[in-house]
């Protein structure tokens, strides 16, 4: 049987096995997208930031080790709401497209949109019922202003950031309040973009001085360490090693300029461990209206941590510090490169450490064997394909007079049923002059670089010389694919 007649044979069969397992076929769905946060950033994939709330997901759930995004905010935004690489959509434009939303709204889905959208229209245009964020790229966490401009938005309407919260407890609580306003006849789709630990850097400073004094060691001990407790859980083999890297030596650094680097690493752990209080204050909200064991949580990053280095000269001459609203901290290449253990390169860039990301799927009517590692590669556009899998829903042929063609994304339902799922024979990767194609094992890099992701996916072994008609043929079938999508 060739490869795509049993692609289509599996997800077919697959349907029926996942609505066998006992889902109700009309899960409430909460996607938790989080902004520029590392491949190694949990607990459950290797870090020393305490996220116990994400760490009892994944225990009770399914972690995805080969996922990957589009590297970059925007891009990976784009094709988690299109369901179609966002170079697709670029070139036939947004509103081109089905969003997530608008389809299961016509599955009788009310939808709510929580925290940073940084793609084209506005929520509310694209099918969310409420709304409450904002539109930008990034925000200041303590203020919710965007360059000192308030941004926020309930629906639709400004709306300043509640006193006294930072914007991830704030997007937390309007999405409970949504929970707790929705119609009760109706499944909810609930999309929480949290803007955090994107830049600048802002944790209270209690947050901040639990981890203050964690990071003296530096950087390359930290990479160190998190291979070692990755190995321990199985996200990447024993033999792993880490990619090779040029940063700077932590030795190198002064004593002040060490105290800076803990600093703004503790700010960044705060971040996160913030998340994972909000994911947890979350779940006792779903558990507390009877929800929980029939909403199908997912958790992931946009892209992989980000490596610019743009502190402002203000902030150290005047010494503020990262509680303070006027700071603004961001950390650099070395601590990105510690995040993305063990891969290589940040965000924007198509290698491993730019587009690989944690999944956590947690479900507890819907996942068989629960405590699972899938270790498939997927992508970002999967979800717009596993929502419309699970309800039975497909993608109409015409959309506001716009001719859609067949999204790229596959259901991930059959893991969730502890099924083999299909797997892309291909995917593609595009950002800026960043770009990449994966054929099964094989990946092309920038139109420059061959690599065997099965033996090397640190990419620390460039092939070209050796199998240069692969190579060709990989650069030119991402010509083709990238021409196609003008």
């Not at 303590?142 to 926020?152: C, H, P, S, Y």
């Not at 993305?340 to 924007?348: A, I, L, V």
Request: net charge negative; hydrophobic share 35%; with cysteine.
């Amino acid at each position: 049987m060739k490869a795509t007649a049993m692609k289509f044979f599996l997800i077919s069969a697959f349907l029926g096995l996942v609505s066998s397992f006992g889902a109700t076929g009309q899960p409430n769905i909460v996607l938790i997208l989080v902004d520029d946060m590392g491949y190694s950033d949990l607990g459950c994939y290797g870090s020393e930031i305490e996220t116990p709330n994400l760490d009892r997901l994944a225990d009770n759930g399914i972690r995805f080790t080969n996922f990957t995004n589009d590297a970059k905010c925007g891009p990976s935004r784009t094709s988690l709401m299109s369901g179609r690489f966002h170079s697709q959509v670029k070139g036939a434009g947004f509103g081109s497209v089905i969003t997530i939303p608008e389809i299961l709204g016509q599955g009788g889905y009310q939808s709510f949109m929580l925290g940073k959208w940084h793609i084209f229209d506005t929520p509310l245009e694209r099918g969310f019922d409420r709304m409450y964020g904002f539109m930008e790229g990034w925000c200041n966490s303590l203020t919710g202003e965007w360059k000192g401009e308030q941004v926020q938005k309930l629906d639709g309407k400004p709306h300043r950031l509640p006193e006294g919260l930072t914007t991830t407890q704030a997007y937390t609580e309007f999405a409970e309040r949504f929970i707790r306003e929705r119609d009760p006849e109706k499944p909810f789709f609930l999309y929480l973009a949290y803007n955090a630990p994107h830049y600048p850097l802002h944790a209270p400073e209690a947050d901040v001085m639990k981890y203050r004094g964690r990071y003296q060691d530096g950087w390359g001990a930290l990479r160190e360490s998190r291979l070692e407790k990755m190995k321990a859980l199985g996200i990447v083999p024993q033999g792993q090693q880490l990619s090779p890297t040029d940063v700077a030596s932590w030795d190198s650094l002064t004593d002040a300029e060490r105290d800076r680097q803990d600093l703004v690493m503790a700010t960044y752990a705060a971040m996160i461990d913030g998340l994972d209080c909000g994911v947890g204050q979350l779940v006792e909200t779903l558990q507390a209206e009877g929800l929980f064991e029939d909403t199908l949580i997912l958790f992931l990053s946009d892209n992989g941590a980000c490596p610019f280095e743009r502190t402002e000269l203000e902030t150290l001459e005047n010494n503020y510090m990262p509680w303070d609203a006027r700071s603004f901290y961001t950390y650099s290449e070395p601590w990105a490169n510690a995040c993305n253990t063990p891969w290589s390169k940040y965000k924007q860039n198509q290698h491993e450490g730019g587009i690989s990301t944690p999944l956590i799927a947690h479900w507890p009517n819907g996942i068989a064997n629960p405590g699972r590692l899938d270790r498939g590669r997927g992508h970002i556009v999967d979800f717009h394909a596993t929502f419309r899998h699970l309800l039975g829903l497909d993608c109409p042929d015409q959309y506001r007079g716009h001719l859609l063609g067949q999204p790229p994304g596959l259901s991930l339902a059959a893991a969730f049923a502890g099924q083999p799922r299909p797997l892309h024979e291909e995917l593609f990767y595009s950002f800026n002059k960043f770009s990449a194609l994966t054929q099964g094992r094989w990946k092309v890099v920038d139109q420059q670089y061959l690599f065997n992701l099965e033996d090397d996916r640190i990419e620390a072994n460039d092939l070209r010389a050796e199998r240069p008609e692969l190579f060709q043929s990989l650069k030119n079938r991402w010509d083709e694919l990238d021409q196609s999508f003008r």
